[in-house]
């Protein structure tokens, strides 16, 4: 078992050593092109539910994405029309989601900014404050995601079977582990460090639970902090209680950099001559396998 004020001290230099190298490798860098709180949080939302697959691919098609909005994607939001923008971005793909699921998630964004003036606002209305954490939280806020009108976009039967729109909004309430948009809540809330962008005060650091991706999954088990196997929700809060005893303010504050030691570093459990050069070999059970 790994000494936690040991793993405390490695984490926080880990975290202290973040470089705008790792930023530029993430979609959260698309965020920190707009000066506007209320462009990143538009950008923020998009970016992170394509942030699945190749990390160059998604920086690729993200650029396709917003390459259309000019200088204000809020803006391009709050006069988003269906129509003609299924026809701009007709043959735009991201593995799964096509043009349509963009479209139908630029009609979700819309829809936030008419009934609450802002997405922080809207997931307002679902956050229970009182609640050990999110989960409550995100199972209302997906559930009404969902469950708006996507007549605009897919016709008046709504949301087709064969759609993969739904994958954007997946609910801890079904055990998906939610990595985007776990992922999106922690550049959200956590504080403005010169990587997340702490634009939703209302929101509790300390309630956050770790975007779960294949890094903080083998990284998560290799630093004695999970002892599941699966990426699930329950893989995800395991992560979360025992980094949440090293700093129970803001627990999630060590995952991007953990997992960029994977996205960056090129730490994939199987190039061992990284492991001299790792910030965390010194209490990974990977090093000693």
Request: charged share 25%.
């Amino acid at each position: 078992m790994v000494n936690s004020k040991n793993l405390k001290t490695i984490l926080d230099g880990l975290y202290a050593a973040r470089s705008s190298r790792h930023l530029a490798n993430d979609p959260l860098s698309f965020c920190h092109r707009y000066p506007d709180p209320a462009d990143r949080e538009i950008v923020g939302f998009i970016a992170a539910a394509f942030a699945y697959g190749n990390v160059k691919i998604i920086l690729k098609n993200l650029e396709a994405v917003f390459a259309p909005m000019g200088p204000s994607p809020r803006r391009f939001v709050e006069t988003f029309e269906p129509a003609g923008e299924l026809r701009s971005y007709a043959g735009f793909k991201h593995r799964f989601n096509d043009h349509r699921d963009l479209c139908a998630l630029l009609l979700a964004a819309r829809t936030m900014l008419e009934e609450a003036d802002s997405i922080g606002d809207y997931f307002l209305g679902c956050y229970d404050a009182t609640a050990e954490d999110i989960t409550p939280s995100l199972i209302e806020f997906t559930a009404a995601l969902l469950a708006m009108d996507y007549t605009p976009v897919f016709g008046p039967a709504g949301i087709p079977a064969d759609s993969y729109f739904p994958f954007f909004f997946p609910s801890p309430a079904a055990g998906s582990a939610c990595k985007r948009l776990c992922m999106f809540l922690r550049w959200m809330v956590r504080p403005a460090d010169g990587i997340d962008l702490g634009l939703w005060r209302e929101v509790s650091p300390s309630k956050l639970v770790i975007p779960v991706d294949a890094h903080i999954q083998r990284i998560g088990r290799n630093l004695g902090l999970t002892f599941r196997r699966q990426a699930d929700w329950r893989m995800a809060r395991e992560i979360t209680a025992a980094l949440r005893k090293l700093d129970p303010a803001d627990p999630v504050k060590y995952d991007f950099s953990l997992c960029h030691l994977g996205i960056s570093e090129g730490c994939d459990g199987t190039v061992r001559p990284l492991c001299g050069e790792c910030p965390v070999t010194t209490v990974c059970t990977e090093r000693s396998s």
